[in-house]
């Protein structure tokens, strides 16, 4: 996508504007430095889809079974009878 100046409170969710499109953030990852005796934050990146995208991909994870769950067809997650 790009460099751009993040928010500092930025979380999975929000919603990133550019000139070009919007886009929602999947995942946020920050890097750290050890510097005179501790860690500080010196960079912050996002992993982001499509607005468009990201409620299509919402919208087929409800469609597909968890893992897990009963009726998944795995004959282990049927409860005894």
Do not use: H, Q
Not at 3 to 26: H, I
Not at 31 to 42: D, E, H, L
Not at 55 to 67: D, F, Q, S, V, Y
């Amino acid at each position: 996508l790009g460099t751009y100046r993040l928010a500092p409170n930025l979380g999975c969710g929000d919603m990133v504007e550019t000139s070009e499109d919007a886009f929602v953030v999947k995942r946020v990852s920050y890097r750290y430095a050890y510097r005179a005796g501790r860690y500080r934050m010196v960079g912050k990146g996002a992993n982001v889809v499509k607005a468009g995208r990201f409620g299509i991909e919402k919208a087929l994870g409800r469609l597909l079974p968890k893992p897990g769950r009963e009726g998944d067809g795995d004959p282990d997650s049927r409860p005894d009878r």
